[in-house]
């Protein structure tokens, strides 16, 4: 499906994988609703790409429901949602001092990742059922969920995190069994190391010794090679309920 002309959610915007898929989408046509927490600097990218800055809580109903309404007024039904809002803290299930892991700490996290990817999945795909077919296939729309390698190989301390993008790896193939009687594609993307606000936050030794786990290319990844895949995934219209691994073959130990 061609991108130019059609009209974009992204979830996380702000920054790193989201901002860059963003700025991808923009540059290629389309008209994007940049959704996230952090209105100010989704407000300073929407303005560079003219497009249209959201509040919004991907694990809130309301808030969601009110962010998408707001997206179709400006630019109509989204033919494409990527979500890349998430959150991944460390807690190991028993501590040091032997306490539990909290389990509000858990189900946030369950709450933002999978919830609120699903949150936007399920208003999305209500919007692009509506529409028209763009072509003789007669595709709708492409949903495109952030899982992660955490989700096969999950660390020490993971738990949530792993949790969380695991259940989005399971979500994706009765999704798009289910959408696709609607000419709607479902995929996700599973990231290995990226150079994301989070990764590059960390001393640049510690930077080091992880981007050397890397086998090839020995480096992060780039939040621009997601937002290309992000594209390629948009215009092959065969790929459809799988997961694409952006890892450089690393494949994580326990801890």
Known sequence: MDIKGHSAIVTGAASGMGAATTRYLA???????????????????AAELDGLALECNVADAASA?????????????????????GIAPAARIVGREGDAMDLEAFRRVIDVNLIGSFNMLRLAAAGMATL??????????????????AAFEGQIGQCAYSASKGGLVALMLPAARELARFGVRVMTIAPGLMATPMLLGFDQAVQDSLAAQVPFPQRFGRASEYA???????????????????DGVIRMQPK
């Open 27 to 45: 540059e290629h046509g389309a008209r994007v609703a940049l959704l996230d927490m952090n209105l100010t600097g989704a407000q300073q990218l």
């Open 65 to 85: 429901e009110q962010a998408v309404a707001a997206a179709r007024e400006a630019h109509g039904a989204a033919r494409f949602l990527v979500n890349c809002a």
């Open 132 to 149: 028209d077919a763009v072509n003789d296939t007669g595709e709708r729309g492409v949903i495109i969920s952030t899982a992660s390698i």
């Open 228 to 246: 290309q895949l992000v594209g390629h995934i948009i215009d092959n219209a065969m790929l459809n309920a799988d997961v694409i691994r952006l």
